[in-house]
């Protein structure tokens, strides 16, 4: 970590107190001019850093910016060892983490861009990822896992969104199977789990788990493709200081805690309890056309169960489905 880092976690730790440049440089054992240096650049990136004549400095309101000392003291104590990569700008940080993975990055690694400039979606869509008003992380796991159950690790993503949403925005979520979480009926964040798996073995070698989170609407609003189903957690002009810092330490905290405790699954009901399509009509997307159905139930591996008009039934494992309400045409004109 860059003396400028240490300085602001040691100005986060203080809470709202004067600490000395004295005591920083001897904490951190670094001169006072390069305290003062770090000051200086903090001030610049838009910290508010006031000095207080024979007191010393005070941070009295978090930046607006990403930030790997804000994001690592937001973060449960047992998981601040974890290497944060923050970018100003990515094609996208699924990718960059995943040339860090193969360059032997440990588990729980994390990367966070400003902006993506081709950000991963599923089913290779482009996930929108406009500068400084969303977040675009991505996170390194080295699972022992069948590959059967990757979907659990991308279920337990969707409720830690969840969670960290209602806790930080004050919001209601649901889970749209699989993992897409709404609010408010739009959708405001989607995740994109991808595997590296070993030939010799046919073992899993490392699991990507990329989150994206509209945090506000992007000046102008969404592009006229995404109206109709993206939203964001607050309007434009309304991001609460510091919230895309404050989300990334909930998110991965309530990740990981969930992680540690596979094969138990302790996330299953509230995955459960979210769920936006079942009781509805939907519509399966296959290969072979898109067929009508309603969703009855998820099963305890995050199987989506559902009854097609014929009255078959099926447990769907991956895929893609739209519930009725978010389709332009009538769900009563597919099959
Ligand atoms: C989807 O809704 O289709 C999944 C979107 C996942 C987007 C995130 S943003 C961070 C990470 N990096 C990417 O390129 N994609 C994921």
């Known amino acids: ?3 400028k880092e240490k300085v602001l ?3 986060l730790e203080a809470e709202g107190k004067t600490v000395s440049g004295q005591e920083m440089a001897e904490r951190l054992q670094v001169s006072r001019n390069a305290v003062w240096k770090a000051i200086q650049a903090l001030q610049k990136e838009g910290y508010w850093i006031e000095g207080v004549t024979k007191k010393g400095y005070v941070l009295l309101k978090e930046s607006s910016r990403l930030s790997e000392a804000v994001i690592r003291n937001h973060l449960k104590k047992e998981y601040r060892h974890c290497p944060i990569h923050i970018y100003k700008e990515l094609d996208s940080t699924n990718m960059t983490l995943k040339q860090l993975a193969e360059e032997g990055a440990p588990e729980g690694t994390i990367v966070l861009a400003e902006m993506q400039k081709e950000g991963r979606g599923r089913m290779g869509r482009v996930f929108y990822s406009p500068a400084e008003t969303g977040l675009y992380m991505s996170m390194l796991l080295r699972p022992n896992l069948p590959v059967q159950d990757l ?16 806790a930080t925005a004050g919001i209601e979520t649901k889970i749209k199977w699989v993992n897409d979480v709404y609010a408010h009926g739009k959708k405001v964040s989607g995740i994109l789990t991808e595997a590296s798996l070993s030939i010799e073995t046919g ?8 989150i994206g989170v509209n945090v506000m ?3 102008g609003g969404f592009p006229k493709r995404l109206k109709k189903k993206a939203g964001a957690l607050c309007k434009e002009g309304e991001m609460q200081e510091g919230i895309r810092n404050l989300l990334a330490g ?20 509230a995955y459960k309890s979210r769920s936006f399509v079942v009781g509805k009509e939907i519509i399966v997307h296959k290969a072979e056309g898109d ?14 169960h559902v009854v097609y008009g ?9 895929g893609e489905i739209s519930a009725c309400q978010d389709l332009s045409e009538s769900c009563s004109d597919i099959v």
């Open 1 to 3: 970590m860059k003396v």
């Open 310 to 318: 014929n009255g078959q039934h099926e447990i769907l494992r991956s």
């Open 9 to 11: 976690e040691l100005l």
């Open 203 to 210: 073992s899993v070698d490392f699991v990507i788990v990329g």
């Open 151 to 166: 979907q659990m690790i991308t279920a337990a993503a969707a409720v830690a969104a969840a969670e960290a949403l209602e």
């Open 250 to 269: 909930e998110i991965v905290t309530r990740f990981f805690d969930f992680y540690h405790t596979f094969p138990k699954y302790n996330f299953l009901d």
């Open 291 to 304: 067929i009508k159905a309603k969703a009855l139930g998820v099963d305890d591996k995050c199987g989506l």
């Open 217 to 219: 609407e992007p000046e």
